[in-house]
C-alpha cells in the first residue's frame, strides 16, 4: 500500500472542498500534525482515521485508494458525448469553451 499516494489523494480532494488541514484535522479529531504526516506518507493510516477522512471529505474509501479507473473513465466521456449529441453546433462551441476554461480552473486548483 502506497500511503505517500493515498495521502496525495487526500490533499487534492482536500484542497478541491476547500479546507484546510487544520480544519481537516478537527473535524475527524486528529491533530494538524498529525494529518501533515498522513498526506505526506509519513505515518500509516489506521482504517478508523481512513474513514473517518473519507467520510469528512465526503468522497467514497475505494476513491481515495484506487488510481482513476477506466471504466469511470470511459462512462464519464459517454456521457458527455451524450449530451453533446443533444446540441446545435453554437450550443458546441459554447460548451467547447467552458470546457476550456473550466479544465484551467481545475488544473490551477488541483
Request: aromatic share 2%.
Amino acid at each position: 500500500m502506497d500511503y505517500y499516494l493515498i495521502g496525495q489523494k487526500i490533499r487534492k480532494v482536500r484542497k478541491s472542498r476547500g479546507l484546510s488541514q487544520e480544519e481537516l484535522a478537527e473535524r475527524i479529531g486528529i491533530s494538524t500534525t498529525h494529518m501533515s504526516h498522513i498526506e505526506t506518507g509519513n505515518t500509516k493510516l489506521s482504517l478508523p482515521v481512513f474513514v473517518d477522512i473519507a467520510s469528512a471529505l465526503e468522497v467514497r474509501t475505494d476513491e481515495l485508494l484506487l488510481d482513476d479507473s477506466p471504466a469511470e473513465r470511459i462512462a464519464a466521456v459517454a456521457a458527455i458525448s451524450n449530451i453533446l449529441e443533444e446540441c446545435n453546433t453554437k450550443e458546441i462551441r459554447i460548451m467547447e469553451d467552458l470546457i476550456k476554461a473550466l479544465k484551467t480552473i481545475l488544473d490551477h486548483h488541483l
